[in-house]
C-alpha cells in the first residue's frame, strides 16, 4: 500500500458525461501528479500541482482539469468524454518537487466511457 | 525532449535466475533521474529503484539493482533471484530536473517479465 488513495476504484459513463477523480497523497506529501494509461498512448503525464498551484502541465486536453485543495487532496475533472478517453486514470504524490523524491502511486481509478 | 526506450515487449525468466530489462534514455538535461516501476496484473504502480545522475554509485534496494552506464546512456534494471511473484510489467521512467518545476516521469512502453518454474 502506497499511502496515497483513489476514488472510485472503477467509472463507467457514457460519451459526453463529465467525471470527476479524486485523489489524496500520502501523509506528508505537497506534490501530486495526474498520469493517463491507455493502450494506445501508454502512460502519460497530465498534470502536477504542488501546494495548491499548478507546476507542471504534460498532455492534458482542454476537455480536462485539476486543482489541489488546501488539505493538498485532488482532483481530476474530465468534461464532454469521448471512447478514446477511457483509461487508467493514476495520482501519484511526492514530498516535495525535488529531483530525488519518488512518487507513490496510488491504484488508479479505472474509466470506461460507452 | 526526453525519451525513455525500452526494446524487449516481453521476456522470459526461470525462477532462482536473475534477468536484465534494457532500459535507454535520451535528455539534454545535465540532472536527471531515473526510475524503474514494476505494475503486476491488478494494476497498481510499485515503485522499485531510483538513480540520479550525478549519484557515483549503481543503485540497489534488495533483488534489485540498476546498472547505469552514463555514457551510453543506459539503466537496466537487474533482478537477482527471480520469484515467480516478479512477473509483471517494468517501466523505466525519466525525471529532469533542469527547469527546476518539471517533476513529471517520462515513460518507456514497459517490458513484461514472465517468471516460469
Known amino acids: 500500500d502506497s499511502g496515497v488513495t483513489q476514488t472510485p476504484k472503477h467509472l463507467i459513463t457514457a460519451t459526453g458525461q463529465r467525471v470527476t477523480l479524486r485523489c489524496s497523497p500520502r501523509?506528508?506529501?505537497?506534490?501530486v501528479y495526474w498520469y493517463q494509461q491507455s493502450l494506445d498512448q501508454g502512460l502519460q503525464f497530465l498534470i502536477q500541482y504542488y501546494n495548491g498551484e499548478e507546476r507542471a502541465k504534460g498532455n492534458i486536453l482542454e476537455r480536462f482539469s485539476a486543482q489541489q485543495f488546501p488539505d493538498l487532496h485532488s482532483e481530476l475533472n474530465l468534461s464532454s468524454l469521448e471512447l478514446g478517453d477511457s483509461a487508467l486514470y493514476f495520482c501519484a504524490s511526492s514530498r516535495t518537487s525535488g529531483l530525488g523524491n519518488e512518487q507513490f502511486f496510488g491504484p488508479g481509478t479505472r474509466l470506461t466511457v460507452l | 525532449a526526453q525519451k525513455i526506450t525500452q526494446t524487449q515487449p516481453g521476456m522470459f525468466v526461470q525462477e532462482k535466475e536473475a534477468v536484465t530489462l534494457d532500459c535507454t534514455y535520451d535528455?539534454?538535461?545535465?540532472?536527471?533521474?531515473l526510475f524503474w516501476y514494476k505494475q503486476p496484473s491488478s494494476g497498481e504502480m510499485i515503485f522499485l529503484i531510483y538513480?540520479?545522475?550525478?549519484?557515483?554509485q549503481n543503485a540497489t534496494e534488495g533483488r534489485y539493482s540498476l546498472n547505469f552506464q552514463k555514457a551510453r546512456k543506459s539503466a537496466n534494471l537487474v533482478i537477482s533471484a527471480s520469484q515467480l511473484g516478479d512477473s509483471a510489467m517494468y517501466f523505466c521512467?525519466?525525471?529532469?530536473?533542469?527547469?527546476?518545476?518539471?517533476?513529471?516521469?517520462?515513460f518507456g512502453t514497459g517490458t513484461r517479465l514472465q517468471v516460469t518454474l
Open positions: 501523509s506528508g506529501d505537497l506534490s
Open positions: 538513480q540520479g545522475s550525478y549519484d557515483q
Open positions: 521512467a525519466m525525471r529532469d530536473f533542469n527547469t527546476g518545476t518539471a517533476s513529471k516521469l517520462t
Open positions: 535528455t539534454s538535461d545535465p540532472s536527471y533521474g
